[in-house]
């Protein structure tokens, strides 16, 4: 059985949502729930890609976004993306405080306003501001014994963009939940959507899966995934998706095994079984075949950091 599509005929938009690059908007469910509609840009693979994202978060066990597959029908055509509740509360002051806001509070001369090349955006300076006795885990997430506090969460985090190939966790997205009643907590992951190799042509992936050419193997490619993270040491350089969690994982080595163990856990045939859950008209054979071997092939490399 596919996961659904659901079909939004009669929403209202009534909030545009600035945050992004892509076409968002809000509006009130029949339940009275705010949800957030992004479009996914055409033939760019970024609605499957959350989708599959956000079932890879629920079998690790991290707090996530929820996300569904979605067209939207306008008078113009129908538009194409995904669905989201919102994670805030719905109570007085209650907002998402990303973590470039967060960042320019405990760092000097922090650059909020740059999302992409930010080279104070660490993977120290980030797990410091999550462990900040302040910032409780996430609302409602029953965290397992391991996880201490948001830092180890992240861990997981970082653990998730290592296995999808997520470049783009950047200081828009991640952040912390504020409740003027109730205190400061970490927010569920969310924005996966530049992952599993979604914006590569078709032939390209078929050529990446047979090749014998090293250089042009599904294998070099998961190596070249950089991260939105850039060294201590080297500030010119990002990490690598892996190297941002080695390095979170050198701060929260037990939070670390247990993020290791969890993926350990899966099958990979279970991987293969959301990625052919995606209804066909969402994603063709070869994004399919390109994404779980992705998957596999990072999943080795994620365990051996703990061999």
């Known amino acids: 059985m596919s996961y659904p599509i659901i079909e939004l005929v009669t929403v209202e938009p009534i909030q545009l949502e600035p945050v992004g690059t892509k076409t968002k908007f809000w509006y009130i469910d029949e339940t009275g729930k705010n949800i957030l509609f992004k479009e996914g840009r055409p033939q760019t693979g970024e609605n499957w890609a959350e989708k ?10 991290l707090p996530h976004a929820e996300y569904d597959l979605a067209y939207w029908h306008k008078v113009t055509g129908i538009k194409k993306g995904v669905i989201t509740p919102s994670f805030v509360p719905d109570e007085p002051g209650a907002r998402l405080v990303l973590g470039n806001e967060l960042l320019a509070k405990i760092v000097d001369n922090y650059e909020k306003n740059k999302r992409y ?16 006795p302040v910032v409780e885990l996430p609302i409602e997430w029953v965290a397992p014994p391991e996880i201490e506090d948001a830092a180890g969460l992240f861990t997981g985090y970082l653990l998730l963009d ?11 997205n991640w952040g912390i939940i504020f409740l003027p009643e109730k205190g400061v907590f970490f927010s569920p992951t969310f924005d996966h959507a530049s ?6 042509q078709d032939p390209t992936r078929r050529e990446m899966l047979v090749t014998k050419d090293r250089g042009r193997s599904v294998e070099a490619y998961v190596r070249r995934a950089k991260s939105a993270f850039y060294s201590t040491r080297f500030p010119s350089k990002r990490l690598m998706t892996l190297e941002a969690f080695e390095e979170a994982a050198k701060i929260r080595p037990d939070a670390a095994r247990y993020w290791v163990a969890k993926l350990a856990e899966i099958d990979l045939r279970k991987h293969r079984e959301i990625l052919d859950k995606i209804p066909n008209q969402e994603i063709s054979a070869p994004a399919r075949d390109f994404a779980y071997r992705m998957l596999e092939l990072n999943t080795a490399r994620i365990l051996q950091t703990q061999s």
């Open 195 to 200: 992952s599993l190799g979604r914006n590569e």
């Open 162 to 172: 290592a296995l999808v190939g997520n470049q783009d966790r950047h200081h828009e």
């Open 52 to 61: 599959v994202c956000c079932e890879l978060c629920r079998i690790l066990g």
């Open 117 to 132: 090349r930010a080279k104070q955006h660490t993977i120290r300076i980030v797990m410091a501001a999550a462990s900040l």
